[in-house]
Structures are given as C-alpha cells and as structure tokens.
C-alpha cells in the first residue's frame, strides 16, 4: 500500500456522492505519487448509492471523474457495511495474483440526504427482508439482541457497553477528520435515549457522509514509489448466513473468527502480535465480541476489557483510536476502507495526538450485516 | 401458513426507533423464538414483556410476520 486518502466524515448538504469520492481518490494518489493514468482497476465500496442518492453505475461514475484512464476495469461492489473491505479484498487479490501493478480501491457513501427513519430502513435491507426485516428487526435491533443475549450468557452489563462508546468519543475527539469530536460521559450514555433496549443513542454509530481511497502496488514495486509503504502481510474476505436467526450462537460471529484465523495463519502472526486495530463498533457490543472473535481477549471477557481500559490508545491492545464508527462516522460504503486508512497512518506513526506506542504490526476488521460479510486486513511495516 | 407452535425466548429487544413502515408500531418487542419443533424464527411478542427464557405460545400472523405472546 502506497497511498491513502479520506475526506473528513461527517454531514456535508453541500456535497454530492461523486465530489467525496474524487477528492478522497485524489488525496490518496497524491499520498501515492502515482498518477491517475497508472491506475490499472478500479475497485469501489458502495452500500446504497442508488437508495440513498438514486445514483447507480458508480464505480466508472467516480472513476473517470477522479481522471483514471479510460478502458480500464471499474467495478463497484456491494457487502452491505463491508463494502470498501471487500473492494479491498478484491484489489488485492488481482495485484498479489499479479494481473494488475497499480489498483485503487475507494469505498464511499452519502447518507444524510435522507431523514433518520429512512436511513435505518436502507440500512435495514442489510437483513433479510423476507423474516427479521419483516418483523420490524432494524439493525440496532438485531445488535440490541446480540447484547441482550451477551449479557445473559457471560454477564456483560450495560456499564461495559457504555465504557466502549466512552473511550471512542475520547479518542474521536483528538481525530481532526472524526463526524463527532465529542467527549462523552458515562452518565450521557447510560441516560441516552433508548433506541433498541439495552442499546441507547450513545451506543450507536453515526448516520454520515465520506469516502476513503487507497492505492495497492507489488511489494517488490513499492520502494519505486515510496520509503514509508505499507505492507498487506495477512487478509481474508469471509460470509455466513444473512439472517441472525441463523447463527447458533450469536454471541460470536462465525465469519469474524474464520476471517481472523485465516489472516492470522497467511501473517504468521497471533493476536498477541497485534499493535493497534480498528474493529467495526457499528454498535458498542460489535467492538466487544469482535476483540474475543479476534481473541485479543477470551470469549465473554471483552466488557470488563474494555471496562478496565485495556483497549484505550495506551491501553494493551489500542482498539479505535481513530474514534471508531461511532465517533469518527459511519459512512457505511467508506468504512473498510476507512479504517484501513486509519491503520496505515498509525503504522506510519502519521497519528497525532491519537498515536499509539508501538505501531509495526496492526489490523483492520469490516464487517457486513449482522456478520454475514467479515474483511480482516493485517498490515506491517519493515 | 403453518402454525410454528410453541417456543422459549433465545433472545429479545424492545424497540424504541423503527423505520417509517412500523412507526406506528413503536415501541415494540421483537425476539428470536427458539421453537419447540426445532429452529428458530424472529416474531413479534405481544401483550406482557418477555425475557430470556420465557416459554412463549404463538398468536397469530399478521401480514406474514409471526406474534407471540407469554404462556
């Protein structure tokens, strides 16, 4: 990975889906020193262009606005909220299979053209329609039951779940490109309007516009661009069943844990290895059964973790030090890659006031639906 | 459709902010029902609050979508 780009997340009225995403393509081609006509394919993470804005065709929309050659391959891909990690994916792929010696991924999305009831009705459409989504199951409704059912087997309180969105609004607020840069208290949290019982306003991602970029190159090729590149030492794109009626247990993601092991195997690397991580806090209880699916903590452990401060930016394992989906924003097509961004400029030591300690090794996990997509990414730097 | 019959409740939430369809409906139960003839299935509850491990009885269906209430 040679270049990385974002614009900042948050609501912007004046600014259509196109212009966010050529300009995150262009800061991260920039980043790159690459020009645009060396791009060989274009990869974009989109969820719901065509339900929020009515635009479709997406990907050679953006791609040749942002002045990539034409002739080359666009192609816009959807996983629900791990888009951009799946356009990832796939990037990497063809470049690792060594089709392509230059490929850009971008993932973005503009939500807040549309009133809040109509966003969690997209959002909604992540589900399945024909059972859950019938049934009136809104996606902080499927996460409220994976809470509830958390709390019941392994004693997780809603003070843990609280202590996530805490400690991200803590470190959203020193992140310059964060939606929110707000502290929050306990009391805030613990006193937020209920959205799905137990999970209140506070333990809800943001509702947000923004779009990511990056560039992907051969390894042996890298140096010719830059000093400071990224390496993609482990990834892996997995899928389970849509409907969370389906899972057997749902305190766990099947896909989180299938995804983390592969990636862990391809690194040659373990959790313990891990430096600095961005999870998927869509809800506070995702950031806390994905640190156990990623075994950064035991199975049922990962509240009092949290709690204990075990994940703060000098905590033993730094989890969303960027803010997290719920402080920096959640503009669902934009978030894997995203957070791949983030943990790039932390390897970099690029972070500012929100740099962690020992930065060489880091991980990135997007996930789609209520686990039925996971992207793990594993990044190092020589 | 078929009568899903009786089930315990594997997990609930009550849910506070719906999408336009069911605003009216708000707040409401919903809960995954572990069936006693085997699976699973998300349905509405009715009537008196369930919790986990609440034996449930189904109710009715109304436009698809199964009701439960507690028995």
Known sequence: MIGIGKTAFGAFPDRDIRSLAVEAIGNAL??????PEL?????????AGPSFVGQNHLAPYIGIAAGLRPGIPCTRIENACASSGSAFFHAWQSVAAGIYDAALVGGVEKMT????PKVTEILAGAGDMSGEGAAGATFPALFAMIARRHMYQYGTTREHLAAVAVKNHANGAKNPLAHMRKVVTFEQVLAGKSIAEPLTLYDCSLVSD???ALVLVPLDRAPEFTGRFVQVLGIAQTSDSVPLDQKEDITTFRAVRTAGEKAYAMAGLGPRDIEVAELHDCFTIAEIVASEDLDFVAKGDGGPFAAAGCTAIHGKIPINASGGLKSKGHPVGATGAGQICDVVMQLRGDAGERQVTRHRTGLAQNLGGSGATCVVTILGVR | ???PGDGVVYTETIVWAA????AADAPYQLAIIDLDAGGRLTARVIESKVHIGDRVRFFEYRNGVAYFRKS
Do not use: C, H, K
Not at chain 1, 30 to 35: F, G, K, S, Y
């Open chain 1, 210 to 212: 923004g779009a990511a």
């Open chain 1, 39 to 47: 791009i060989e394919a274009f990869y974009l993470g989109n969820f």
């Open chain 1, 30 to 35: 920039a980043d790159a020193n690459v020009p």
């Open chain 2, 19 to 22: 999408p336009p369809a069911y």
């Open chain 2, 1 to 3: 459709m078929r009568d």
């Open chain 1, 113 to 116: 053209s549309q009133p809040t």
